[in-house]
């Protein structure tokens, strides 16, 4: 038997995929306790996120070219403008050229927004959630960004530069890719992933560590709005949710202001360009519906492969899914 023979069978076990199952079974029970409502949009859309670091897979039809969606995020706005109320979404988005340990270029997403949630509310429902599916002794760990990152690298986020992001990143030995070198914002994020993130564990083997992480600086704000933290400065209104070191969910409290969110599109749009990048097309539709009133409300967006990943104690999202990339 021939090894190329044996890639017809899924690389997580049987018993793994059932168990996978159940998880999502419990998911779907988590938000109808709450009477929160599951949606179905579109994978297609016509445009396409703006964000620096997610490139969107292309797919040509008859009537033009569109992209495999790789959030629900802006559908799911359109329904909320609609007024459909607390909602969730589960099921898979695609993003290009990911693949390895923790990505791969289809997954599951886990997507919910909430009326009238703060981001301390929608923060506690996430912990809420991922306890329940890890269903083990867990310590929960909240830091504020500014702190664990003086912590770990000793860098002032809130006063500091791309060279000196720089230096620490060369004295760690850690390779800056090219095109990246005079973006704060990129460097700033390969410094938390390689020197801070790897960090965020237990250090019992016999639970699991939760950590929760908030005032982004505001130029990491995405879709989030800006608010003022104890100090006074500007952060963003997110978090960031980690289960051993491992980013799984990433929480907003939304902008709703229309010409707001227009320009930091264009802003995104001008950084891709400056990295070497296409342009992508900005979802017209979705700035249509903030001006006829997006709702106060928090979301967020939890990768499912990477917690039941974390819950079943595997190494690997193909662990845990049936055809990773390689296998189709």
């Known amino acids: 038997m021939t090894f190329e023979s044996e890639l017809w069978r899924p690389t997580a076990s049987l018993q793994t995929l059932k168990h996978r199952a159940r998880i999502l079974q419990n998911i779907r029970a988590f938000f109808a306790a709450r009477n929160v409502l599951e949606v179905q949009v ?49 099921g898979p988005v695609f993003r290009q050229g990911e693949s390895g340990e923790k990505h791969n270029p289809e997954f599951t997403m886990l997507e919910w927004y909430r009326i009238g949630f703060s981001i301390k509310d929608l923060a506690h429902e996430v912990i809420e959630l991922a306890r329940e599916i890890m269903d083990c002794d867990v310590e929960v760990q909240h830091y504020s960004y500014a702190d664990v990152v003086h912590e770990y690298t000793g860098i002032d986020v809130f006063d500091t530069s791309v060279s000196e992001i720089q230096e620490v990143l060369n004295q760690k030995h850690i390779d800056i ?72 969910a990433n929480g907003y409290d939304e902008v709703q202001d229309a010409e707001l969110l227009a320009q930091r599109f264009l802003q995104d749009n001008q950084r891709r360009v400056a990295l070497g990048k296409s342009p992508m ?7 249509e519906a903030m001006r006829s009133g997006l709702p106060e409300c928090a979301g967020v967006a939890l990768g499912v492969d990477r917690l039941i990943m974390l819950a079943l104690q595997k190494n690997s999202i193909k662990d845990v899914m049936a055809f990773p990339v390689e296998r189709i």
Request: charged share 20%.
């Open 42 to 90: 579109p994978c297609l859309s016509s445009s396409s996120v703006t964000e620096v670091h997610i490139d969107s897979i292309p797919v040509k039809l008859l009537s033009g070219k569109t992209f495999l969606h790789t959030s629900p995020e802006y559908p799911m706005k359109r329904l909320l403008a609609a007024g459909i109320g607390d909602c969730f979404y589960l």
């Open 177 to 248: 890719p090219g095109g990246l070198t005079d973006d704060f914002s990129s460097c700033l994020d390969l410094l938390v992933s390689t020197l801070v993130f790897p960090n965020l564990r237990s250090a019992s083997e016999a639970s699991r560590r939760i950590t929760l992480i908030q005032g982004y600086p505001a130029s990491q704000a995405a879709l989030a709005k800006i608010q003022k933290d104890a100090q006074g400065r500007n952060v963003a209104a997110r978090f960031e949710v980690f289960v051993e070191g491992v980013e799984i």
């Open 281 to 287: 097309p900005v979802d017209k539709y979705l700035l």
